[in-house]
């Protein structure tokens, strides 16, 4: 292996597609996929089996209980561990999706997620998804994507993956309220980086996004 590492940067709002694209993307290249996002889940996770009472859960109490998450290398891709244990539904419990955009405003917790991510790309060919990935985790990324869509679309595509069928009007005007919420809690940390390239998703398929961006990344690696 080279020293110099491949690292490409997804950024966007939140269901605006960055996870499940990088991971295809991942697969494409056979490099790694590390979701940022399941790093913030993993610590809400694992400060939600101490207590739900957000109002006791301090920035320090968070780092103090992901203490018990790790990194586990997979083919494509990282795999956070609760002690040593995948706990992939626990993170992705209404529990932890309420929480969790509190947990990631929290600065020392956004620092130790970012350790945890440069970390993982010091031995591998990395994509990394998330929040300020381009402008704080790989400001020097070799390329960096920002994904966008409107929002009822983002509402939509969210409701069919956790459907699995078509949503009516009524829940994608309900999700979609969610997700303008979302997006004003998440505005400090959806920053776009200034050489990052913007795709808008909104009409796009997702093997079109994909395309897109393999293309950008060979030309930029040959």
Do not use: C
Request: charged share 30%; glycine share 4%; hydrophobic share 40%.
């Amino acid at each position: 292996m080279s020293n110099q590492k491949m690292a490409i940067a997804i950024d966007g709002p939140a269901a605006s597609g960055k996870s499940s694209t990088a991971k295809a993307i991942a697969r494409e290249l056979k490099i790694h996929h590390v979701d940022s996002g399941a790093l913030y889940r993993a610590a809400t996770a694992a400060r939600a089996r101490i207590d739900s009472n957000l109002d006791e859960w301090t920035e320090d109490s968070v780092l103090d209980a992901a203490k018990i998450v790790s990194l586990s290398p997979t083919e494509t891709g990282f795999t956070p561990l609760l002690d040593g244990q995948n706990a992939e539904s626990e993170m992705r419990s209404e529990a932890v999706t309420s929480r969790v955009s509190r947990v990631a405003k929290m600065p020392g917790v956004r620092d130790w997620v970012n350790a945890q991510v440069r970390k993982a790309a010091e031995d591998f060919d990395v994509i990394v998804d998330g929040r300020d990935i381009g402008t704080v985790v790989f400001p020097n990324a070799s390329l960096k994507v920002y994904l966008v869509a409107n929002a009822g679309e983002r509402a939509r595509r969210r409701l069919i993956e956790r459907l699995h069928r078509e949503p009516t009007d009524d829940e994608i005007a309900e999700e979609t309220g969610k997700i303008v919420l979302r997006d004003e809690m998440d505005a400090a940390q959806s920053v776009r980086a200034q050489d990052a390239v913007v795709i808008d998703t909104t009409h796009l398929t997702q093997a079109d996004q994909i395309a897109r961006i393999i293309e950008l990344a060979r030309k930029q690696h040959g």
